[in-house]
């Protein structure tokens, strides 16, 4: 059904008094919660929803069932796609109610929470979600993507510790899932994205931990190669109770950054361990006397502050994001990062980043899920401003650094590092099976193709 835009309006007008919540138009207040933290990329739906609970989001997708439209999901925009025309936005950011039961080490996390929500609720309880090196990312987006978070290769990823999920889906039906009810959502909503249904809430397993050994080591761009190298010999046997990355950084003079990293190029390794002091200290030695750090932030630190260890942006901005996954490294495919993005490379960039991969992230845990590349040895991340006049040259140099690290590539990519509505690069996200079964699944529990939008698996 196709519907002209005063009758669009007119039936959205209907649809205000059917919610808790509210709806905005562009124009009105409201709207603006649309504007993704990407704000490279042009949100611009029909109309914001503002969900106030469950209920909400269920009369949102039966209304655009009814009315020819379509429903998309945002929280913070992180992982934003645009959006336009015919499209609802349903926006979490009132879901945000987030309940730790300290006696089974669960939280009950409603899907608009942010990753602080739950740091901030566990922590008391000397209790930790596994959150993303961000804690601004929202909970729902992340999970449903796949996370990774700093000690990934102790727990693996954040997603096998899911418990359960609300969702609604593409029919509007409210569903509980879990691995034993609707097993088969179960699995596809851990690295399905929003393919399978808008999740209200989750129930995920926290562990145990109040402090961790972390951190970052930050050195002078001249130092990029020796630190690079050896970081690489030091990967080879780090044991699994600690995680890294390596992250060459060109960030801005800005009242945030430190002035030592600001302006220039400098290499962070990151590192999260939950190996006891000694262990950990020694260990992160070997990379402390390559060079002398212009900046040593590691050390004994509490778990809600784990955001500091990458010490991502959090203010919006306009950035241009490309991904890959590699198998195992050498030292030509160090030397390949270096002549691309190392001193002198004139790299536009702002982060290009490698993580260390495999440990527990490498073994299937005890329910499959939909995420199809735990045989990857490192994540590569390639992130810059993207705003006029550098947009393209960002772009286009971003391509650069992956196609230099082709002969190391696997071909596929993480879900949550590939926000796209392009569906070739949402497919290098799967495997041919699981592909195919997100797609069949997503037209069962969505025949009429409501949440055909954004970063969703769909079959042609
Ligand atoms: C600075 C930065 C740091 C990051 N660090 C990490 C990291 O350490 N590890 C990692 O794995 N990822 C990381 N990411 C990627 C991030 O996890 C994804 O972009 C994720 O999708 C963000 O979720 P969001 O809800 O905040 O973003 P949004 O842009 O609001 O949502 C992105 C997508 O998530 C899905 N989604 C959101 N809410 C729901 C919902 N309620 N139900 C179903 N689907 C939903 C939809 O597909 C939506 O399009 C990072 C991204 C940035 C920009």
Not at 6 to 18: F, G, H, K, Q, V
Not at 137 to 146: D, K, P, Q, S, Y
Request: glycine share 8%.
């Amino acid at each position: 059904m196709e519907l002209q835009t005063p009758t669009i309006d007119a039936a959205i007008e209907s649809l205000r008094p059917r919610l808790t919540g509210s709806v905005a138009v562009p124009g009105e207040p409201g709207y603006e919660l649309a504007t993704p933290w990407n704000l490279s990329i042009p949100v611009t739906p029909r109309a914001v929803v503002a969900v106030a609970d469950a209920d909400d989001v269920a009369v949102t997708v039966r209304f655009a069932a009814e009315h020819g439209l379509r429903v998309a999901v945002q929280r913070t925009g992180h992982g934003a796609v645009p959006l336009d025309g015919d499209v609802l936005l349903v926006h979490t950011a009132r879901l945000n109610e987030c309940v730790v039961d300290p006696d089974s080490r669960t939280a009950r996390v409603e899907s608009g929470a942010i990753w602080q929500d739950v740091l901030a609720a566990a922590a008391p309880h000397g209790l930790a979600p596994l959150a993303g090196s961000s804690a601004t990312v929202g909970v729902a987006g992340f999970l449903t993507g796949a996370g990774i978070g700093p000690l990934v290769r102790t727990y693996g990823l954040s997603s096998d510790h899911v418990r359960s999920f609300d969702i609604v889906t593409g029919d509007g039906e409210r569903l509980h899932v879990t691995p034993h009810q609707h097993a088969e959502l179960f699995w596809g909503l851990r690295g399905g994205k929003a393919t399978l249904g808008i999740v209200t809430a989750v129930e995920i397993e926290l562990l145990p931990i109040s402090r961790i050994h972390g951190g970052a080591l930050y050195f002078d761009g001249a130092d990029a190669a020796a630190v690079a190298h050896a970081w690489l010999d030091w990967c080879q046997d780090l044991p699994e109770h600690s995680s890294t990355s390596i992250a060459f950084l060109q960030l801005p003079p800005l009242p945030q950054v430190p002035p030592p990293l600001a302006g220039r190029l400098t290499i962070a390794v990151r590192f999260a361990s939950v190996a006891d002091t000694s262990e950990a200290e020694s260990l992160i030695a070997r990379l402390r006397a390559v060079a002398t750090p212009l900046i040593d932030a590691v050390g004994p630190m509490p778990y809600a502050a784990l955001s500091a260890i990458h010490a991502d942006p959090v203010d919006p901005m306009p950035t241009h994001e490309l991904s890959a996954l590699t198998g195992a490294l050498t030292h030509e495919a160090i030397d390949a990062l270096l002549a691309i993005a190392g001193p002198g490379s004139g790299s536009p960039q702002t982060v290009i980043e490698l993580r260390l991969l495999g440990g527990a992230l490498a073994r299937e845990p005890r329910h499959r899920s939909a995420f199809c590349h735990r045989d990857a040895a490192f994540g590569l991340m390639v992130a810059g401003v993207s705003a006029p006049p550098l947009a393209r040259p960002v772009a286009e140099h971003a391509h650069a650094v992956v196609r230099a690290l082709a002969p190391w590539t696997t071909g596929g990519a993480h879900p949550n590092f590939s926000a796209s509505t392009d569906p070739a690069r949402i497919a290098r996200c799967y495997d041919e099976d699981t592909r195919h079964w997100l797609g069949a699944l997503a037209d069962r529990h969505d025949p009429r193709g409501v949440l055909r939008v954004g970063q969703v698996v769909r079959t042609p």
